[in-house]
């Protein structure tokens, strides 16, 4: 399992961009899919984007996020991002970073065993 902390989270302005971070100290971080779920106010987290293991690079997105969210990753920091642009208000929510053994990208929630605290954005006016 790894152990993830995310930050990066915020108050912004609609339109404006975040940029969240993911990071691990465990040096198996490449070998896991990693994705990005959210969770609004009295609605069930969802899946948002998802990055295949290693250096391959296939993504996949929600159709909500798709040409506004980019998924990245940094197999040598041990690091995943998810650079945020044109954000609306219904993109407010808890973010959660996670990571997956399943050997390929998915937005499956259960296939998820490794996650995060979360961090809160903030879209308002």
């Known amino acids: 399992q790894l152990a993830l902390v995310e930050s990066g989270g915020g108050l912004v302005q609609p339109g404006g961009s975040l940029t969240l971070s993911c990071t691990t100290s465990?040096?198996?971080?490449?070998?896991?899919?990693m994705a990005w779920f959210r969770q609004a106010p009295g609605k069930e987290r969802e899946g948002v984007a998802t990055?295949?293991?290693?250096?391959?690079?296939?993504?996949y997105y929600a159709d909500s996020v798709k040409g506004r969210f980019t998924i990245s990753r940094d197999n040598v920091k041990n690091m995943v991002f998810l650079q945020m642009n044109e954000l609306k208000p219904e993109d407010t929510g808890v973010y959660y970073c996670?990571?997956?053994?399943?050997?390929?990208?998915?937005?499956?929630?259960?296939?998820?065993?490794?996650w995060g605290q979360g961090t809160q954005v903030t879209v308002s006016s």
């Open positions: 990055i295949t293991p290693h250096n391959d690079g296939t993504t």
């Open positions: 996670a990571g997956s053994l399943t050997g390929f990208a998915t937005l499956v929630q259960n296939l998820y065993g490794s």
């Open positions: 465990n040096s198996q971080f490449p070998i896991y899919a």
